[in-house]
């Protein structure tokens, strides 16, 4: 079973977060590699992203990929979610977990911008 | 002159800064529906949005769009962003000024979120 992390930030405000749970859910609902995808959240925001990954790996995950729902490369990116998935590979040192590249990095962002821009223009 | 004003918070670290404004050449380099394109920053960094749209007015901008690069509607999109592009719609009464949906709402970001994580995968 294939599973997907995606990670956000967390805030004070819940809607923001349960934007970010809508996300996990609306990309479930779609075809992909991936057999699950679950929400997780660096702080202000449950589950924590060593729960997320918990969760998945006790639901039968035998490959984890976590992906920063991020847009800039800044100290959480580079090192507190890393450090937070570091945190989980002692305890489940038989499955593999790996990082994607955070959504900033993403060429084709581009092309979603132009269409944001050009269909309110 | 068609303008893109691209609008991000700003940050302490500059080189997240650097990001937003080397995005928007990039954009610039591109084939678009818009003959220039601005970087704006909320706060900490500049130019500020209104000096941004100011900018484009004075490059002979007859038509802007200013689009949120934020993933979630928190404050700074629902109000902040909005009022900062008020304060100059007096002084450029003559330049239509138009707020595009912030990046979260595009449906196509699922598509690139499951391209980043298969990549890695």
Do not use: C, W
Request: aromatic share 6%; glycine share 4%; proline share 6%.
């Amino acid at each position: 079973m294939k599973a997907l992390v995606l990670v956000a930030h967390g805030s004070r405000r819940e809607a923001s977060n349960d934007e970010i749970r809508e996300l996990a859910q609306a990309m479930a609902r779609r075809n992909s590699d991936f057999d699950k995808i679950y929400p997780g959240f660096l702080e202000l925001a449950e589950p924590s992203i060593p729960d997320a990954i918990r969760t998945a790996a006790a639901d039968g995950a035998n490959d984890i990929i976590v992906m920063p729902y991020f847009l800039s490369a800044g100290r959480h990116v580079v090192k507190d979610i890393p450090a937070e998935v570091d945190s989980v590979r002692d305890e489940l040192s038989n499955i593999p977990i790996r990082l994607a590249p955070y959504l900033g990095q993403a060429d084709e962002l581009i092309d979603i911008l132009f269409n944001q821009a050009e269909s309110s223009s």
